[in-house]
């Protein structure tokens, strides 16, 4: 069973069913997107969540463009495990993968009350500019979901000397599951295989876990569009000479570890 770094379940749907997706997954993180909706309705669906979820649900928060000084404080007593700052272009607080702008007055200002109140700031969906300015500023970072740009070249995934940044910080970094960042043409369960493969080849089983983005992309792997369907990758691993140990640390126990901290 996986547990899954980035869901986009609340998100998607106005009334998800919290209780069955919690039967698939040792645990996993249910973002909430700002994209168009308003302070007040994103407020709402954190508060909803935090009465009807379940022991091994976790909030997080993808493009918080409303934070301000004023409301983080609030922000920080939801507990997400996680904050992104932005989505793909440019806001107040920081600049996309999209866009040039760096970390912003007002994005340095909320990040560091942020890790101050032990939430970790995501670095997905961020240009490489905010994130050498990210972590000039709170020091560590994780990124929830991408892949790597020395398997795939696209804006979304991290280079080389990121995962070594993320690494060198005990920082952690969920695998997507979106065709476009696996690879050029229609993506498949092997191209995730070669991702998580050559990022664990390069830097160690510790750091690296799944950030599915199930809810968030209709870009899935044609043969990895559920949790069940994951199951067939664990046998991958194992396959290609993967002790089970090892793969059982990418699945479940890297992820498990950090949301433990966060509890």
Not at 15 to 42: F, H, M, N, Q
Not at 116 to 142: E, K, M, Q
Not at 237 to 243: D, E, I, Q, S
Request: proline share 2%; net charge neutral; charged share 25%.
């Amino acid at each position: 069973m996986i547990a899954d770094f980035h869901n986009d379940v609340l998100t998607k749907e106005d009334s998800p069913d919290l209780c069955a997706i919690s039967k698939e997954v040792k645990s996993c993180v249910c973002a909430i997107y700002t994209g168009s909706r308003r302070w007040e309705t994103v407020r709402g669906l954190a508060e909803k969540f935090r009465r009807k979820r379940k022991k091994n649900l976790f909030l997080a928060l993808e493009d918080a463009s409303y934070l301000n000084e004023r409301n983080a404080e609030e922000v920080c007593a939801w507990k997400p495990v996680s904050v992104s700052l932005t989505w793909n272009g440019s806001n107040k607080l920081a600049g996309g993968c999209q866009s040039d702008g760096g970390l912003t007055a007002r994005g340095k200002a909320v990040a560091k009350i942020l890790a101050a109140n032990g939430i970790s700031l995501d670095c997905a969906h961020l240009n490489r500019r905010s994130f050498y300015d990210l972590l000039d500023t709170v020091g560590s970072v994780v990124d929830t979901h991408t892949c790597f740009s020395g398997v795939h070249s696209h804006p979304r995934n991290l280079d080389d000397a990121q995962i070594r940044e993320i690494v060198a910080r005990k920082g952690l970094i969920g695998i997507a599951f979106v065709g476009k960042f696996l690879a050029e043409g229609k993506a498949g369960i092997k191209d995730v295989f070669r991702h998580a493969d050559y990022a664990v080849q390069k830097f160690g089983d510790d750091f690296f876990c799944f950030g599915t983005d199930f809810n968030g992309t209709d870009d899935l792997p044609e043969d990895l569009k559920s949790y069940g369907d994951c199951a067939a990758l664990y046998e991958m691993f194992l396959k290609a000479g993967y002790p089970r140990s090892s793969a059982d640390k990418i699945f479940a126990e890297n992820l498990q570890k950090f949301l433990t901290k966060k509890s």
